[in-house]
């Protein structure tokens, strides 16, 4: 497992599980459904600007470029070989993609630039001062009638869903998860300068449940 100075960790927590990432997520979260789920409620049109927060190999960035030809995307991460990857998939689609190398507490984008951002399973990677971070730049970088939409581990729904998480919290670490498997996330984006958050779907998935949000600025 490698970090740098600002703890970041790999996607699967070990640089050596990344090549496998695309084929465990889409058994284990079905990725196609929720995502689909997601970007159906975040109502996108064509010439706006989406971020794709912590965009791992791309999958949602290549997804909307494939429907959206004149939106502008963009999509950051902080794991270079995951952005390889991503990089690599948006070629084979002939999606064009202003892919970035960074962090989502400090991100490297102007103020009010994005009608839309997403994050898609990274919350649950970050510590709790992180997530904090994290969504005071999405408030900073989306526009005044923003909307940010997640999808990320949330609240199990029953005792076996509750026990099934307890894996997400091994693998990445109890400091990361306890907030998402608690339910917290709604409230940590309404205590941080999200006007409106709306919980507006969960999936019933192996290791718990997959909840998404749509929040207004």
Same mark, same amino acid.
Do not use: W
């Given at each position: 497992m490698k970090k740098n100075g600002d703890n970041y960790v790999p996607a699967l927590r070990y640089d050596f599980l990344t090549r496998f990432y695309d084929p465990l997520v889409r058994i284990t979260t079905r990725e196609t459904t929720f995502k689909r789920a997601l970007l159906k409620q975040a109502a996108l049109r064509e010439g706006?600007?989406? &971020?794709?927060?912590?965009?791992?190999?791309?999958?949602?960035?290549?997804?909307? =470029?494939?429907?959206?030809? =004149? +939106?502008?995307?963009?999509?950051?991460?902080?794991?270079?070989?995951?952005? =390889?990857?991503?990089? +690599?998939?948006?070629?084979? !689609?002939? +999606?064009?993609?202003?892919?970035?190398?960074?962090f989502s507490d400090a991100l490297p984008y102007?103020?009010?630039? $994005?009608?839309?951002?997403?994050?898609? #399973?990274?919350? !649950? !990677? #970050?510590? &709790?001062?992180? =997530?904090?971070?994290?969504?005071?730049?999405? &408030?900073?970088? #989306?526009?005044?009638?923003?909307? $940010?939409?997640?999808?990320?581990?949330?609240l199990a729904r029953t005792k076996?869903?509750?026990?099934?998480?307890?894996?997400?919290?091994? &693998?990445?670490?109890?400091?990361?998860? !306890?907030?998402?498997?608690?339910?917290?996330?709604g409230l940590l984006m309404e205590e941080n300068g999200f006007t409106t958050v709306e919980r507006t779907g969960y999936f019933k998935t192996i290791f718990g449940t997959i909840r998404l949000f749509r929040s207004l600025k």
């Open positions: 706006q600007n989406i &971020l794709d927060l912590a965009c791992g190999t791309g999958s949602l960035s290549v997804a909307i =470029k494939n429907n959206l030809e =004149k +939106a502008n995307i963009f999509a950051i991460d902080a794991d270079p070989e995951i952005l =390889k990857m991503a990089r +690599a998939k948006a070629a084979r !689609h002939d +999606a064009r993609i202003a892919f970035e190398q960074g102007e103020n009010e630039t $994005f009608d839309r951002v997403f994050s898609t #399973l990274a919350f !649950h !990677h #970050l510590t &709790l001062d992180k =997530k904090i971070g994290t969504l005071r730049e999405i &408030l900073r970088v #989306l526009k005044p009638d923003g909307e $940010f939409h997640m999808a990320d581990y949330g076996t869903q509750f026990v099934l998480s307890k894996i997400i919290s091994k &693998l990445d670490g109890f400091e990361t998860t !306890h907030d998402n498997i608690r339910g917290r996330l």
